[in-house]
Every structure is written in C-alpha cells, then in structure tokens.
C-alpha cells in the first residue's frame, strides 16, 4: 500500500483475536526460513520453510479478504497497488504448492553465502514456475501470473517476504503479533555481517530514512547500563551495555542527545559500578560454543540506580585504549565508515539483531 493510502481494516474483537495469530505464523515462518539460511544449503530444506510461508501468508490473505466484515475495505485498499501485486503473487506460488505435481523451492543456482568468521548465510532467489506447472492450474490462478512476474520470480526470498508483512500491517496494524517487549514475535531476524539488508519488517529501503528509523523507535532489550561518556567527533556519546534479563549481551554507543529522546519516550537507561557483579557465561543464543555473554550475578535492580543526566563536563568511566571500547568509538564517528556499514553496525546495537 502507499504511504497515500492511509484505509486501514476495522476488526471486530474476536477477529483480531483470530487474525493475530494467524499473523504469528506467517511472522514466524518468515523467521524460520532465514534461521535455516544459516544451517542449510540444501535447498529442499529451504523449501519447506517456503511453502510454510506461502501456506501462513495465503490463510491470511483469505480471512482477511474473504471472511471477516470488513472483507471491503482490505480487497479495495489493495486492489491495484504494488502490495495489492505483492499478496497476488504468494497467492499464485502457492495455489502451485498446493494444486500441481510441482515443488516450490528457492532457485538451485541462485545461493550466495555470505559471511565468515561469524558464520555463512545463503541467500537465493524464487525460482520459476515452469509452462507444465503453470498450464495445470486453474484459470484464475493463471491471471496471477503477471504478479509472479514482477513481484517474486528472480528475487531475493527474505526480503520479499518481509515486504508481505510489511503490507499486511499497512492495511490492518492491529494484527502484528508482539512479543512481551512490544517487539513483532520472531525479529529482528539476526545482523549478518556485510550484509546491509533489511533485519524488520518495518525498516525503510532507503538509508537516510532508515537512520532516521532507528533514531525514532526505541532500542530493544530491557533497559541499558551506562558505564561511561566518550566524546566522538567533539559531541559527548554514553557507552555501555543493553540489558536483556542478567545478559549483557551487546555494547551500545548513542549521543547524548539520542538518549535524552530514549528516555522522554518511555526507555530506561541505568548506570552503577560492574565490579564484581558480572561473570562470564556461555552465549545461549549463540552458535559458536565458546562465544560468552557477561551476566549480572544479581538482579540488576539490586545495584544500579536510573541515569540521573545525559551529560558531563569530563568524559568518564572507560579506557579509550581498550580495544572494544575504542573500536566502537570508531565506527560511531562520521566518515570513518561507508554509511551502510555505519548503519548496519548501528542498527545491531539497536536492534539487539
């Protein structure tokens, strides 16, 4: 749907109750599928997280369209749009899926892997319906062809199908399932480095807008804990951790300034003294076993207090010759980086991704 196009679908209680979980599944095969990509570069695996997708995404589509009272306005908020084209297309792969003697898989010879040191990840493309496929299908089913066409055949998988979530919660917001962070259940899908493409369903194509998506929603986890002031590029920036639980699974770096937004919106951030209160322990969201995560021996709220200012006149609290400290300021200053790396380092802080 178009940013124009502000129709959205009313829902009485009990369908949203229904609805929203039949949201969940098609979030969460979205997740599933690129879950796989970094266990799997067999394509037959990959295709059965597909065709849970298409099945998910077409049950959707047809409560959506065809059963709730509101059927009306969802056909015609779509009806002639690039997402209207987009649930289209799905709709014809899987009535292929469903109805013909074929097998709806990525392409064989689209894979690339990417990644490294942090592990590979394929990305492939849809692959093609071919004539035999294609001609058994009912007429209907056939129209949607052209839609197949421009909307899925030849293009990168994930992406498309966060693009299918992103259109159903254009024209029917309330659906998002939600984590008990407010999160959408099941993102952002995990950063791969190198990789610039989206991680969130939300997350604008275009850079600049997408910096300023980052800059407006708030950071996931549970809170944050400062643990210093470092002066980047002459503008004072707070260091530290985010909280997930007792896990401090990431460092963060944010101006003062993006703090101060943080907080007024509802975000906590915490400070208090580490000393003898962390330990190493084993990442469990992690694929490398010997990847550890610091944990808080105690509860958090045993020992940290709420961050009582933004600012200071001296940078304080970590040494800017350790290397993990030092290496975040460097990548937080302008120019020091290609902006997509500068984004992507930034959106996985943020994201927790």
Do not use: C
Not at 97 to 103: S, Y
Not at 161 to 178: D, E, G, I, K, N
């Amino acid at each position: 749907m178009s940013a124009a196009t502000p129709t959205t679908v009313s829902l009485t209680t009990d369908e949203e109750n229904v609805l929203k979980v039949l949201m969940r599944d098609v979030q969460l095969a979205v997740s599933a599928f690129y879950a796989k990509t970094a266990t799997s570069a067999d394509v037959e695996s990959l295709g059965t997280e597909v065709r849970s997708f298409l099945s998910a995404t077409q049950t959707l589509n047809e409560r959506l369209g065809g059963t709730i009272s509101d059927k009306a306005t969802y056909r015609s908020a779509l009806s002639g749009t690039a997402d209207g084209e987009l649930i289209d297309a799905v709709k014809y792969v899987r009535n292929v899926a469903q109805h013909v003697l074929h097998v709806v898989r990525p392409s064989d010879d689209s894979g690339a892997l990417f990644g490294g040191l942090h592990g590979l990840r394929l990305y492939v493309d849809w692959d093609d319906v071919p004539p035999a496929a294609h001609n058994a299908l009912h007429a209907r089913t056939q129209a949607l062809r052209p839609a197949f066409e421009a909307r899925l055949r030849g293009q990168e998988v994930v992406s498309t199908m966060l693009s299918v979530l992103r259109a159903f919660a254009a024209v029917a917001p309330q659906l998002v399932h939600r984590d008990e962070r407010g999160e959408w259940t099941g993102f952002p899908l995990k950063t791969q480095p190198s990789v610039s493409g989206r991680l969130h369903p939300e997350e604008p194509d275009d850079l600049k807008r997408a910096f300023s998506w980052l800059d407006s929603r708030l950071p996931n986890g549970d809170a944050r804990l400062v643990v210093g002031q470092v002066t980047v590029d002459g503008e004072p920036h707070l260091i530290g951790y985010t909280l997930v639980g007792q896990l401090f699974p990431t460092i963060f770096i944010e101006s003062s300034q993006q703090v101060e937004d943080d907080i007024a919106r509802g975000f906590e951030y915490v400070t208090g003294d580490l000393t003898g209160r962390v330990e190493l322990r084993h990442d469990p969201n992690s694929r490398d076993p010997g990847h550890s995560v610091l944990r808080a021996v105690n509860e958090i709220g045993e020992w940290a207090s709420p961050l009582d200012r933004t600012q200071w006149v001296d940078d304080w609290g970590v040494d800017p010759a350790d290397e993990e400290w030092a290496r975040a300021m460097r990548f937080a200053k302008p120019g020091y980086l290609l902006e997509p790396q500068r984004y992507e380092i930034r959106r996985a802080q943020r994201l927790l991704a």
